[in-house]
């Protein structure tokens, strides 16, 4: 039985290149990239400084450095977009109607592309101190 | 009554063990991290849109609550991460070993290490909870 299902696991297939397939590669690739980017941005702001310590002031100063401004534009870009594309995974495991999931599809594209309009232009436009 | 108790013990049954418990955890760990994400997102974005706003948000996040809630979403994070470069390096290096043995030892080893790194990050923000709010 168990000989059986390691056959199985270590079987090949062609998988034709698409959306899918080209979603599925860069779920890995943002996933890794993500480890230091999140991970970085978790220690520094919740562990080392904590959210006593952040206020209007401290975003200001960050982002007085253009360096954490493209930081934080990335992790953006990247944390979200793998965000989103995962519950669209996690939810087309729930939908059987490939008209539902197309549907889902674009509601999910216009909920990540207004948070992510959103998140950018506070990071362009920076924090308005009056 | 009888379909959904049908399906959530089909879901807390399904295959078992450690792959199921990497399934389970992968996925409640990202999609609470993505709840967190969203919110964050349009919080950090009222020090553009509504700065006076900002000081409000960061007071909830300040609150016991939402500080314990802190200490397991960078659980979320770092078991995410850690079980996400197990499923990236054998998917995309040796996917020849996505076989039973190789995978219950590998998931064992993404959560002890999931643990370890998280320990240190959760008693210096349980630390920073004790002080700031019950005046440790």
Request: include cysteine.
């Amino acid at each position: 039985m168990t000989a059986r299902t390691e056959e199985l696991a270590s079987r090949q297939v062609e998988v034709p290149e698409g959306l899918e397939s080209i979603a599925w590669k860069w779920m890995r690739y943002s996933g890794l990239l993500l480890i230091p980017l999140a991970w970085g941005h978790v220690l520094i702001q919740d562990v080392l400084v904590g959210v006593h310590r952040i206020d209007l002031n401290y975003v200001a100063m960050r982002w007085a450095s253009l360096g954490w401004r493209a930081y934080d534009f990335a992790l953006l870009a990247f944390a979200f977009a793998h965000g989103v594309n995962g519950l669209r995974q996690v939810l087309n495991d729930y939908i059987s109607s490939e008209k539902a999931r197309r549907w889902l599809a674009w509601f999910l594209l216009a909920f990540w592309l207004l948070l992510s309009l959103i998140g950018a232009a506070a990071i362009v436009g920076g924090v308005r101190i009056d | 009554m009888e379909v959904v108790r049908l399906n959530v013990t089909g879901l807390a049954r399904y295959r078992g063990r450690e792959g199921q418990l990497s399934f389970l955890l992968h996925r409640l760990t990202g999609l609470g991290t993505l709840l967190f994400l969203s919110i964050h997102i349009l919080d950090t974005a009222t020090v553009y849109f509504f700065p006076s706003l900002y000081e409000h948000a960061i007071n909830l996040y300040r609150s016991t609550p939402l500080m314990l809630g802190e200490i397991i979403l960078v659980f979320c994070v770092i078991y995410h991460g850690v079980n996400g470069a197990r499923i990236a390096i054998f998917d995309l290096l040796f996917p020849g070993k996505w076989n039973i043995k190789t995978q219950r030892r590998s998931a064992v080893w993404v959560l002890t290490i999931a643990i370890l790194l998280w320990l240190p990050a959760a008693y210096l923000m349980g630390r920073s909870l004790l002080i700031h709010n019950f005046g440790f």
